[in-house]
């Protein structure tokens, strides 16, 4: 680690106690390589495992335009989400539990296989078996949501919560390229894209997460699921229902509530 004084851990440590504490910190700032980054990440990670918490899935990042612009960031990341994160479709969600969370619109897939990285021709595509609408909150723990390419890497991509709608089979799901994609706020559209917004295809970013993982160390076994980045910028997630609707694969929804 090239910031001086400070190791992997004792950063992985800041960002993992302003996650717990509900508090927000100041960005890093300190140069970091994306590999640096990254290893910070890791160790946050294994905090939260080390915690009890399992490690279910991958959610890339900034695979969409609107999202790039939103957030001044102009390349693709990846993070990892745990159990905890998870909420069942249509669940409360206690909003005492973010700094500033922000919510939006995903396509998430299921992988039934392992995906093989040592394979240099493996078809992520092949491992999938379904597909669902689904919900991110995210909740940078950096002061006024602002960060740099390293420090939202090192923060887990902002990773805070999910939701998951219905499950499609990836075989009945049809074509998934031109989907409609709306996030409705207490029953009002706050924005609206497609699926062809997720870097032209969802199966696109999927693929692009095969050699993302590769450099991050990120496995990719059966059971996981992948969220295929934001179609649309986030809005502010407040006391209110959220609903994410994806052509032809449904809704998947998600209420803020004050506890
Ligand atoms: C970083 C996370 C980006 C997405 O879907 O693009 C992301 C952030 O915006 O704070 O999850
Ligand atoms: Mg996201």
Same mark, same amino acid.
Not at 36 to 45: C, G, K, P, T
Not at 131 to 148: G, K, N, Q, T, W
Not at 220 to 226: E, I
């Given at each position: 680690?090239?910031?001086?004084?400070? $190791?992997?851990?004792?950063?992985?440590?800041?960002?993992?106690?302003?996650?717990?504490?509900? =508090?927000?910190?100041?960005?890093?700032?300190?140069?970091? %390589?994306?590999?640096?980054?990254?290893?910070?990440?890791? =160790?946050? &990670?294994?905090?939260?495992?080390?915690?009890?918490? $399992?490690?279910?899935?991958?959610?890339?990042?900034?695979? $969409?335009? =609107?999202?790039?612009?939103?957030?001044? &960031?102009?390349?693709?990341?990846?993070?990892?989400?745990?159990?905890?994160?998870?909420? =069942?479709?249509? @669940?409360?969600?206690?909003?005492?539990?973010? &700094?500033?969370?922000?919510?939006?619109?995903? !396509?998430?897939?299921?992988?039934?296989?392992?995906?093989?990285?040592?394979?240099?021709?493996? @078809?992520?595509?092949? +491992?999938?078996?379904?597909?669902?609408?689904?919900?991110?909150?995210?909740?940078?723990?950096?002061?006024?949501?602002?960060?740099?390419?390293?420090?939202?890497?090192?923060?887990?991509?902002?990773?805070? +919560?999910?939701?998951?709608?219905?499950?499609?089979?990836?075989?009945?799901?049809?074509?998934?390229?031109?989907?409609?994609?709306?996030?409705?706020?207490?029953?009002?559209?706050?924005? %609206?894209?497609?699926?062809?917004? &997720?870097?032209?295809?969802?199966?696109?970013?999927?693929?692009?997460?095969?050699?993302?993982?590769?450099? %991050?160390?990120?496995?990719?076994? /059966?059971?996981?699921?992948?969220?295929?980045?934001?179609?649309?910028? +986030?809005?502010?997630?407040?006391? $209110?229902?959220?609903?994410?609707? !994806?052509?032809?694969?449904?809704? /998947?929804?998600?209420?803020?509530?004050?506890?």
């Amino acid at each position: 680690m090239s910031a001086p004084g400070l $190791s992997t851990d004792e950063l992985a440590a800041y960002l993992d106690d302003a996650q717990r504490t509900v =508090a927000e910190v100041e960005q890093l700032d300190l140069g970091l %390589t994306l590999e640096q980054a990254y290893d910070v990440q890791r =160790a946050v &990670i294994a905090r939260r495992v080390g915690r009890g918490e $399992s490690v279910v899935g991958a959610k890339l990042g900034f695979t $969409s335009a =609107a999202k790039m612009a939103q957030m001044g &960031i102009d390349q693709i990341i990846v993070g990892e989400v745990t159990d905890a994160m998870g909420f =069942a479709d249509g @669940d409360d969600v206690d909003l005492s539990r973010f &700094i500033h969370p922000r919510i939006e619109p995903e !396509v998430a897939f299921r992988l039934a296989r392992d995906v093989d990285l040592a394979d240099p021709d493996v @078809d992520v595509v092949a +491992a999938v078996d379904a597909v669902a609408p689904a919900l991110e909150i995210i909740d940078s723990r950096y002061r006024a949501f602002r960060f740099a390419l390293p420090d939202v890497v090192a923060d887990n991509t902002s990773a805070a +919560a999910y939701v998951i709608g219905p499950w499609t089979p990836l075989v009945q799901a049809g074509e998934l390229g031109d989907l409609a994609v709306r996030l409705v706020v207490d029953g009002s559209d706050a924005e %609206t894209g497609s699926s062809a917004d &997720i870097l032209g295809h969802p199966l696109a970013a999927l693929r692009a997460l095969v050699p993302l993982a590769r450099v %991050t160390g990120l496995r990719l076994p /059966a059971g996981h699921v992948v969220l295929a980045g934001a179609a649309t910028a +986030a809005v502010p997630f407040g006391a $209110s229902l959220v609903e994410a609707h !994806v052509a032809g694969l449904g809704v /998947a929804s998600v209420r803020g509530v004050r506890g």
